[in-house]
């Protein structure tokens, strides 16, 4: 008997860590002290688009909903990838081999701003990896599978 995996739970649970990795961050901006400042703003609409993906993720993109997918890659490019990507995109220089090796060293022995860096690069692949997985299943003519 052979068990096939269901890919759009795989791609769920691929999206999910993702996602709750920010929440820490975006609830420390929400909880700011002092009067209502534009980062507690921007963490109260952050933490609605989590709480919306996540819903969006666990309901629909389980049950392989096409428009769920779509909601999905929305949130992922256009709110997930200027957050997380965005100031390694627009820092990033020609690096070499060696140099990619020293931050991920550096990353790995406690730099702060390195780990960072690391981490969200990993998580938005793992984004991208859970958005791409599906979509040959997605593409197929009449239900999905």
Request: aromatic letters at 8%; proline letters at 6%.
């Amino acid at each position: 008997m052979r068990i096939r995996p269901n890919i759009f739970l795989v791609s769920s649970l691929l999206l999910t860590p993702a996602f709750l990795w920010l929440l820490p961050s975006i609830i420390q901006c929400c909880v700011s002290y002092g009067p209502e400042t534009m980062t507690q703003t921007a963490g109260l609409a952050s933490l609605t688009v989590i709480i919306v993906a996540l819903i969006v993720i666990w309901t629909w993109l389980v049950a392989g909903n096409r428009v769920a997918w779509v909601i999905i890659a929305v949130i992922v490019w256009v709110w997930a990838f200027p957050i997380m990507m965005g100031p390694l995109v627009t820092h990033i220089v020609a690096l070499s081999l060696s140099d990619l090796s020293d931050s991920v060293a550096s990353a790995w022995h406690g730099d702060h701003l390195s780990r960072i860096a690391l981490v969200n690069t990993v998580l938005f692949l793992l984004m991208l990896i859970g958005l791409i997985l599906p979509v040959r299943a997605l593409l197929r003519i009449g239900k999905p599978q």
